[in-house]
């Protein structure tokens, strides 16, 4: 079994940077993919991001390119560093885990899920 805690949301203006954290327990991530998900008001939950348990192959929604990145440090710490952030960036942001080496944008690649955190951006 895996728990995930995600860690670093908040509130800030938006031009503003935050860095997620996603640490792991339970069981190495080494052979895992992880993923970054968020989940705006009234909206479905979506991609964000997601990196090979190598780090070597990252994917990022197009809402994000450029802004984002997503990277790993260790078998059990992931992040998402979010630079110029935009009110429509304002969600709820989920970590997850998928039992294979690469991942992508599916939901349903993963099995393991954070509770997650909330980042707001205010105009």
């Known amino acids: 079994q895996v728990q995930l805690v995600e860690s670093g949301g908040g509130l800030v203006q938006a031009g503003d940077s935050l860095r997620l954290s996603c640490a792991a327990s339970g069981r190495t991530l080494g052979s895992y993919a992880m993923g970054w998900f968020r989940q705006a008001p009234g909206k479905e939950r979506s991609f964000v991001a997601s990196?090979?348990?190598?780090?070597?192959?990252r994917y990022y929604a197009d809402s994000v390119k450029g802004r984002f990145t997503i990277s790993r440090d260790n078998a059990q710490t992931v992040y998402l560093q979010m630079n110029s952030l935009k009110p429509e960036d304002t969600a709820v942001y989920f970590c997850a885990a998928a039992t294979k080496a690469v991942a992508g944008p599916s939901l349903y690649e993963y099995q393991y899920w954070g509770q997650g955190t909330q980042v707001t951006v205010s105009s």
């Open positions: 990196t090979a348990w190598s780090g070597g192959i």
